[in-house]
């Protein structure tokens, strides 16, 4: 099967009805006096974000901003594979790929598109126009069910390299984010050739354990890996170790699941000590939730981490470094023993660097053919979402020498 499909996103009324009968029938755990947010998501806050879901967020809205742009499906390998697919008016335009993260979606993209594929009517050069492809990644979104197991980075990028071809895209660039930004240089290692380019922020970068990986990283760098080995990653435990036992709860209750995404959101945005809403608006991550609510993707979402991290034998603990400190506590990989140690990557890699992020710029130049390096001063994990503008300018800056 080669064929691509017009898609649009048409969520039954009945399955709105019925998320908002869930929320109102809650019911709520028991929380501990004045721990805030060190334990989780409080009750008090989540409460409210509950009820604004309920009976103030419109999902026909968010449903309308996903339809305002092409959508497409098609089946590759037997994997289905949805995306949005939105061409420049301008005659250079380069094709451009934009993966998204967890826990995000192509929701992700919405305010990027309009910019990227006309930058004429945004302020810009219209010599910056990209055609743009933004899937939902195998697992994700409207690209379900899962083919099987071992749908990995690696494979991902397989899905989407052949994607890219049936659209009529041979050469593109590519964007990624958090797990995008672990696809995007797979996508380039599959196919040099193919690929102008590869731009990326929210980078994780490892140790290998290799004798003197440490020496001469700067005391931000020192900070980055300390923030790195000390980071909440309970989500992460349960998404690699048993992405289906977790998947039960979080797909039966809407306060579970957002709950689960809401914390990342707290987290993961700038500033660290403000609120999600200070950074993403509430309805922006109620779309988001409501995208793996409606889809009930929760389990299949959280199966690349079970691939990347349990399936593929990496092990927790140790960083196998030689300054004497252990590695991150979790799944890392950090593991010298089981190999971080990647092939180095030879398509041009730009990275964009947030305040909120942990990027350590020489692991980062061991792996890939880094050319560009952008540090941001302010700034979190959800880029596209928080700075719009600020992921369009470095994009658009990044690929101008690359065209």
Same mark, same amino acid.
């Given at each position: 099967?080669?064929?691509?499909?017009?898609?649009?996103?048409?969520?039954?009324?009945?399955?709105?009805?019925?998320?908002?009968?869930?929320?109102?029938?809650?019911?709520?755990?028991?929380?501990?006096?004045?721990?805030?947010?060190?334990?989780?998501?409080?009750?008090?806050?989540?409460?409210?974000?509950?009820?604004?879901?309920?009976?103030?967020?419109?999902? !026909?809205?968010?449903?309308a901003a996903? =339809? &305002?742009?092409?959508? #497409?499906? +098609?089946?590759? /390998? @037997?994997?289905?594979?949805?995306?949005?697919?939105?061409?420049?008016?301008?005659?250079?335009?380069?094709?451009?790929?934009?993966?998204?993260?967890?826990?995000?979606?192509?929701?992700?993209?919405?305010?990027?598109?309009?910019?990227?594929?006309?930058p004429r009517?945004?302020?810009?050069?219209?010599?910056?126009?990209?055609?743009?492809?933004?899937?939902?990644?195998?697992?994700?979104?409207?690209?379900?069910?899962?083919?099987?197991?071992?749908?990995?980075?690696?494979?991902?990028?397989?899905?989407?390299?052949?994607?890219?071809?049936?659209?009529?895209?041979?050469?593109?660039?590519?964007?990624?984010?958090?797990?995008?930004?672990?696809?995007?240089?797979?996508?380039?290692?599959?196919?040099?050739? !193919?690929?102008?380019?590869?731009?990326? =922020? &929210?980078?994780?970068? #490892?140790? +290998?354990?290799? /004798? @003197?990986?440490?020496?001469?990283?700067?005391?931000?760098?020192?900070?980055?890996?300390?923030?790195?080995?000390?980071?909440?990653?309970?989500?992460?435990?349960?998404?690699?170790?048993?992405?289906?036992?977790?998947?039960?709860?979080?797909?039966?209750?809407?306060?579970?699941?957002?709950?689960?995404?809401?914390?990342?959101f707290k987290?993961?945005?700038?500033?660290?000590?403000?609120?999600?809403?200070?950074?993403?608006?509430?309805?922006?991550?109620?779309?988001?939730?409501?995208?793996?609510?409606?889809?009930?993707?929760?389990?299949?979402?959280?199966?690349?981490?079970?691939?990347?991290?349990?399936?593929?034998?990496?092990?927790?603990?140790?960083?196998?470094?030689?300054?004497?400190?252990?590695?991150?506590?979790?799944?890392?990989?950090?593991?010298?023993?089981?190999?971080?140690?990647?092939?180095?990557?030879?398509?041009?890699?730009?990275?964009?660097?947030?305040?909120?992020?942990?990027?350590?710029?020489?692991?980062?130049?061991?792996?890939?053919?880094?050319?560009?390096?952008?540090?941001?001063?302010?700034?979190?994990?959800?880029?596209?979402?928080?700075?719009?503008?600020?992921?369009?300018?470095?994009?658009?800056?990044?690929?101008?020498?690359?065209?």
């Amino acid at each position: 099967m080669t064929n691509i499909s017009p898609f649009k996103v048409d969520i039954p009324q009945e399955q709105i009805d019925d998320l908002r009968a869930r929320l109102a029938a809650t019911r709520w755990p028991y929380e501990l006096p004045g721990v805030g947010w060190d334990r989780g998501v409080p009750v008090g806050y989540l409460k409210g974000l509950a009820e604004h879901w309920r009976t103030g967020f419109d999902w !026909r809205r968010a449903e309308a901003a996903i =339809n &305002a742009f092409p959508q #497409f499906t +098609t089946e590759v /390998d @037997g994997q289905r594979l949805h995306f949005l697919h939105v061409r420049s008016a301008e005659p250079d335009a380069v094709p451009l790929l934009l993966l998204h993260g967890w826990p995000g979606g192509v929701t992700d993209f919405l305010d990027v598109i309009g910019p990227l594929t006309d930058p004429r009517a945004h302020g810009g050069d219209p010599a910056d126009a990209f055609h743009v492809v933004v899937p939902s990644l195998p697992g994700f979104g409207f690209s379900t069910p899962l083919a099987g197991p071992g749908m990995n980075a690696a494979r991902m990028a397989d899905v989407l390299l052949e994607a890219m071809s049936r659209i009529g895209y041979e050469r593109f660039a590519v964007q990624g984010y958090d797990l995008g930004a672990w696809v995007a240089p797979k996508i380039a290692a599959a196919a040099p050739g !193919r690929v102008l380019g590869v731009h990326v =922020n &929210a980078l994780l970068t #490892f140790p +290998t354990g290799a /004798d @003197g990986e440490f020496d001469g990283l700067s005391d931000a760098e020192h900070r980055h890996w300390e923030r790195m080995r000390n980071f909440n990653d309970a989500y992460l435990q349960c998404n690699s170790k048993r992405p289906q036992t977790i998947a039960y709860a979080l797909t039966d209750s809407p306060v579970g699941q957002l709950a689960w995404i809401t914390e990342k959101f707290k987290e993961l945005t700038w500033p660290p000590d403000g609120l999600p809403e200070d950074a993403v608006p509430r309805d922006r991550i109620l779309a988001d939730v409501s995208m793996y609510w409606f889809t009930a993707t929760a389990g299949s979402s959280a199966q690349i981490y079970y691939e990347e991290i349990t399936a593929s034998g990496w092990s927790s603990g140790d960083s196998g470094s030689t300054d004497g400190e252990d590695g991150e506590d979790g799944a890392s990989g950090t593991d010298g023993a089981s190999g971080w140690a990647v092939q180095r990557g030879t398509v041009p890699m730009g990275v964009l660097v947030s305040a909120h992020d942990v990027t350590i710029r020489p692991w980062a130049e061991r792996d890939h053919n880094v050319v560009r390096w952008t540090q941001l001063t302010d700034g979190g994990h959800f880029l596209s979402l928080e700075a719009p503008d600020v992921l369009t300018r470095d994009v658009r800056e990044f690929f101008r020498s690359l065209r």
